[in-house]
């Protein structure tokens, strides 16, 4: 019985996990060998492709749409977590907007998001934020809100609350003890909270596409230039490397840290 | 002291809200306006009221429906099949999971990729030429399908999108499953259940509210679905896969239409409204 347990996790592991391991496999074979082998096995392992990737950076540059990405992911998250903070403070403990910004926020997550693409395109072309890291950024931050609110406010509920009234007693105003005494005990909830968004908004997609055209173009979106490659086709080993390059950065985290981002999406999901 | 409070939980609540106003308040007023108006880019400023022509429109245009159908159907099956099989493996796996929690980093990983990429890699994949899937299907059956023709492309889809995931269904169901009682299930075993037993009678049971929040997410994140369709086939199939949100997209950055677009996008609202509606009530018939 434990071998055929051990037999399934192998096989989910594998199929589940098979677009990545496949890609890369392809991005350590040549050119050629693609062509005349799409099998698995690698004959001949070369780093060729991922040195290609950077000599063709005069057309496409990848080492910007990783910048772009971190840059306004990191701003996204960021600034999701500012605005979640205080607001998660006032839900649990004074109860302000609980009966409707806690619901608004949180059913924003069933609200498919092209709804809000057009309008915000056209805004954007008109207050100059088209194709810019600051403008994607802003839009991350919603994208991230409900799961990030969510978060917080569970977070901040399992505090005691009989910290915050010997704070009072010493006469801390709200500010004082959110700012010296929750973001403390907060701070591992918010640390998680923040390696969540950061990957959520790395991995995000139709808005860049739709908002970033050059200067802001995140790796989602350059690596599908890839494959629309003019002339003689897509060169499949480059492609393969720029993907590897691409998921790295969120598989990474996601090895280290999966525990506390298991436990936070299935609270984020349950509570939502 | 209390109107104190009610003062620092609005200031604490302020910025939240100023920011929701101006990013979702604001394209909210957009969408309506322009939804009843006719409206492009030259005229972008003064829009001319039309009344409900652009609902019309939208509505009497075929592909619209398959779209809306495209993605009930991609919506349904998807969720389906990720709760079956995140269910079986998150109670099959536990007792590896139990002892060895570092298993679960494999199952979570495909969650970490962005679809859009996964989209892409499947393009590398089930390439007829230099995929491996291709390859494999003619190496040993002599043939391939074309996995993403008309006739397929919505199995290929649906396999793509339910192997990438599952692990979120597996992941919610396991720490649900995880934290029953280990008492309960040890009494019923006393009482003589078996294994079966135990699993219809008191983890099922024990397991319904998050079996229903599991399949909700999942429909709607797969309703909703625009990455990984559209880097993988984009409207290609003979336009068989254009879901909703890809519908909505080409009506305005392919055909500009732009009063379309945005009335089909405030019916698209509409519907994820009553979904809501729905599934509120039904929590809290529950409840």
């Known amino acids: 019985m434990n071998f055929l347990r051990w037999l399934v996790f192998a096989i989910a592991a594998l199929a589940m996990n098979f677009p990545v391991l496949s890609t890369l496999v392809t991005s350590f074979k040549s050119e050629a060998e693609i062509a005349s082998n799409p099998s698995l096995w690698i004959h001949a392992p070369t780093l060729a492709n991922y040195l290609d990737v950077f000599r063709i950076s005069d057309r496409f540059d990848i080492l910007h749409y990783l910048w772009n990405s971190f840059a306004s992911s990191i701003l996204g998250a960021g600034l999701s977590l500012l605005l979640a903070f205080p607001a998660a403070y006032g839900l649990v403990r004074f109860g302000t907007g609980r009966k409707w910004l806690l619901p608004l926020v949180a059913n924003l997550r069933a609200i498919p998001l092209i709804v809000f693409a057009i309008p915000l395109y056209l805004v954007y072309a008109r207050v100059g934020l088209l194709d810019t890291r600051l403008g994607l950024a802003l839009i991350l931050c919603i994208v991230n809100l409900p799961l990030v609110l969510v978060l917080l406010v569970a977070a901040l509920r399992d505090l005691p ?62 690596a599908s230039f890839f494959f629309a490659a003019s002339g003689g086709g897509v060169r499949w080993g480059i492609a393969a490397a720029v993907m590897v390059l691409s998921v790295l950065p969120p598989m990474a985290l996601g090895l280290l840290l999966y525990r506390r981002i298991g436990q936070s999406l299935a609270a984020g999901a349950v509570k939502g | 002291m209390q109107s104190q409070h009610l003062r620092d939980g609005r200031i604490l609540l302020a910025p939240l809200t100023i920011f929701l106003l101006a990013m979702l308040g604001l394209p909210l007023v957009v969408d309506l306006i322009y939804s009843v108006s006719r409206v492009e880019f030259r005229t972008i400023l003064s829009p001319e009221f039309v009344g409900l022509a652009n609902y019309a429109s939208a509505l009497s245009s075929e592909n619209y429906w398959q779209a809306a159908w495209f993605s009930l159907r991609f919506g349904l099956v998807c969720a389906v099949a990720q709760l079956l099989l995140g269910l079986f493996l998150a109670i099959f796996l536990a007792p590896l999971i139990d002892r060895r929690p570092w298993l ?58 339910v192997l990438q995931w599952t692990p979120f269904a597996l992941l919610i169901l396991y720490s649900a499953y995880a934290a029953i009682p280990k008492d309960v299930r040890e009494a019923a075993s006393i009482d003589g259940a078996g294994p079966w037993q ?45 879901t909703m949100s890809i519908w909505v997209y080409e009506a305005f950055f392919k055909s500009g239409d732009i009063g379309r677009a945005v009335a089909a996008s405030m019916l698209l609202l509409v519907a994820a409204w009553a979904v809501l509606a729905i599934v509120h009530r039904l929590s809290e018939r529950r409840a």
């Not at chain 1, 704070?167 to 909270?193: C, E, M, N, Q, Y």
């Not at chain 2, 969650?111 to 089930?126: D, E, F, Q, S, T």
Request: hydrophobic share 55%; net charge negative; glycine share 8%.
């Open chain 1, 161 to 222: 609350a009989e910290l915050d009234e010997a704070a009072r007693v010493d006469g801390a105003s709200t500010f004082t003890l959110l700012w010296r005494i929750i973001l403390p005990l907060a701070a591992p909830a918010l640390a998680t909270t923040m390696v969540l968004g950061f990957v959520y908004a790395w991995n995000e997609f139709l808005f860049a596409l739709i908002l970033t055209t050059r200067d802001a173009v995140t790796t989602t979106v350059g």
């Open chain 2, 104 to 161: 679960l980093a494999f199952l979570m990983l495909p969650m970490m990729v962005a679809p859009a990429l996964v989209g892409l890699m499947y393009r590398l994949i089930l390439h007829e030429f230099v995929g491996v899937v291709p390859w494999f299907m003619f190496t040993y059956f002599g043939d391939s399908p074309s996995f993403l023709g008309p006739d397929n492309a919505f199995r290929t889809l649906v396999v793509v999108e």
């Open chain 2, 198 to 242: 135990r699993l219809w009678r008191i983890d099922l049971p024990l397991m319904t509210p998050v079996l229903g929040a599991t399949f909700f997410i999942r429909f709607i994140d797969s309703f909703r679905v625009f990455d990984n369709v559209y880097t993988l086939t984009g409207a290609g199939a003979g336009g068989a896969t254009t």
